[in-house]
C-alpha cells in the first residue's frame, strides 16, 4: 500500500460544519475523512474535467483506505452569529432574516495523509492537488499545500500498544492508556451505501488550554483493529469493517 502525505494552510479562517449542528453550526478543528474525499474528488474534477463530479467521489471512495488530518500548529475557534434571509418579501414588519450562530477557525498548518488501496489513483492524485484550486471538501475554505507532497510505503504493523497524533476509532476495542483527545462523530465517506451513511466516533489527539486547542499524543493499546504504519510519519489505527 503507499500513503500520500502532505502539510496544508487554509487561507483564511475555515468552517467543517458538524453534519447534525444545523443552528448552531460548529465546526471541527482538523478535516474529517468524509472532507479529505470530497477534497480529492473536487481536485480530480477540476484536473480532469471528463466526467460528473460524483462518479470522481465514488472513484476516490472506492480506491481509498483511510484518510486522516492532525494539527501541526495551535488552533482557536471562535463563535459568530450570520444574519440568513429566509424571505425575499413580506408585509411590513415582517421577519425576513434570522440569526444563526457558526463557529469558525484559525489555525497554521495541518497535515493530512491518505492511505490508497492500490496505485490505480496515486499519480492522479498528486498531479489534481498540485496543479487546481484546493478546498477543504466545500467551497468555501481554501488551502494551500506548505511542503512537497510525499508518498510513503504503508505496512501492517501487529503491536498491542501504539502512540498516534492522528485521529482513532473511539471503539471499545481501543485503551486508552496516555494522553489528550476530544470526542467527535465523523463521517467516513460522502455517499450513502444501502440507504447507509453513519456517523463514526472518533477521539482527536487535541487538549484545550485557555481557549486553545493544541495537537496532543495518545498512547493506546489495540485489541481488535488494523495497526498501520506510514513510512517516516507513524502509525495509524483502521478500524475493521
Same mark, same amino acid.
Given at each position: 500500500?503507499?500513503?500520500?502525505?502532505?502539510?496544508?494552510?487554509?487561507?483564511?479562517?475555515? !468552517?467543517?460544519?458538524?453534519?447534525?449542528?444545523?443552528? %448552531?453550526?460548529?465546526? /471541527?478543528?482538523?478535516?474529517?475523512? !468524509?472532507?479529505?474525499?470530497?477534497?480529492?474528488?473536487?481536485?480530480?474534477?477540476?484536473?480532469?474535467?471528463?466526467?460528473?463530479?460524483?462518479? /470522481?467521489?465514488?472513484?476516490?471512495?472506492?480506491?481509498?483506505?483511510?484518510?486522516? %488530518?492532525?494539527?501541526?500548529? %495551535?488552533?482557536?475557534?471562535?463563535?459568530?452569529?450570520?444574519?440568513?434571509?429566509?424571505?425575499?418579501?413580506?408585509?411590513?414588519?415582517?421577519?425576513?432574516?434570522?440569526?444563526?450562530?457558526?463557529?469558525?477557525?484559525?489555525?497554521?498548518?495541518?497535515?493530512?495523509?491518505?492511505?490508497?488501496k492500490d496505485n490505480t489513483l496515486i499519480n492522479n492524485?498528486?498531479?489534481?492537488?498540485?496543479?487546481?484550486?484546493?478546498?477543504?471538501?466545500?467551497?468555501?475554505?481554501?488551502?494551500?499545500?506548505?511542503?512537497?507532497?510525499?508518498?510513503?510505503?504503508?505496512?501492517?504493523?501487529?503491536?498491542?500498544?501504539?502512540?498516534? !497524533? /492522528?485521529?482513532?476509532?473511539?471503539?471499545?476495542?481501543?485503551?486508552?492508556?496516555?494522553?489528550?483527545?476530544?470526542?467527535?462523530?465523523?463521517?467516513?465517506?460522502?455517499?450513502?451505501?444501502?440507504?447507509?451513511?453513519?456517523?463514526?466516533? /472518533?477521539?482527536?489527539?487535541?487538549?484545550?488550554?485557555?481557549?486553545?486547542?493544541?495537537? %496532543?499524543?495518545?498512547?493506546?493499546?489495540?485489541?481488535?483493529?488494523?495497526?498501520?504504519?506510514?513510512?517516516?510519519?507513524?502509525?495509524?489505527?483502521?478500524?475493521?469493517?
Open positions: 500500500m503507499k500513503a500520500l502525505v502532505f502539510n496544508i494552510r487554509v487561507n483564511s479562517l475555515y !468552517s467543517i460544519r458538524i453534519p447534525f449542528t444545523w443552528q %448552531s453550526a460548529l465546526s /471541527y478543528p482538523i478535516l474529517p475523512p !468524509s472532507a479529505i474525499l470530497g477534497l480529492l474528488a473536487n481536485a480530480l474534477q477540476r484536473y480532469k474535467n471528463d466526467r460528473h463530479p460524483l462518479e /470522481y467521489l465514488a472513484w476516490v471512495e472506492d480506491n481509498v483506505l483511510w484518510a486522516g %488530518s492532525k494539527l501541526l500548529n %495551535s488552533c482557536i475557534i471562535k463563535n459568530y452569529v450570520t444574519s440568513v434571509i429566509i424571505k425575499w418579501e413580506a408585509n411590513l414588519g415582517g421577519k425576513f432574516t434570522n440569526a444563526l450562530g457558526r463557529q469558525y477557525v484559525y489555525s497554521k498548518n495541518l497535515q493530512v495523509a491518505v492511505i490508497f492524485v498528486v498531479e489534481a492537488i498540485k496543479t487546481t484550486p484546493l478546498t477543504c471538501g466545500d467551497s468555501e475554505s481554501p488551502f494551500s499545500i506548505v511542503e512537497e507532497i510525499v508518498k510513503k510505503d504503508v505496512i501492517e504493523e501487529h503491536k498491542e500498544i501504539i502512540e498516534t !497524533s /492522528y485521529p482513532i476509532p473511539f471503539t471499545k476495542n481501543v485503551k486508552i492508556i496516555d494522553g489528550n483527545g476530544q470526542v467527535y462523530l465523523m463521517h467516513e465517506r460522502c455517499l450513502r451505501k444501502e440507504n447507509n451513511f453513519p456517523l463514526t466516533s /472518533y477521539m482527536v489527539p487535541i487538549i484545550e488550554e485557555n481557549n486553545i486547542i493544541k495537537p %496532543s499524543l495518545l498512547k493506546i493499546k489495540i485489541e481488535r483493529e488494523r495497526v498501520l504504519n506510514i513510512e517516516d510519519i507513524e502509525d495509524i489505527v483502521y478500524k475493521m469493517e
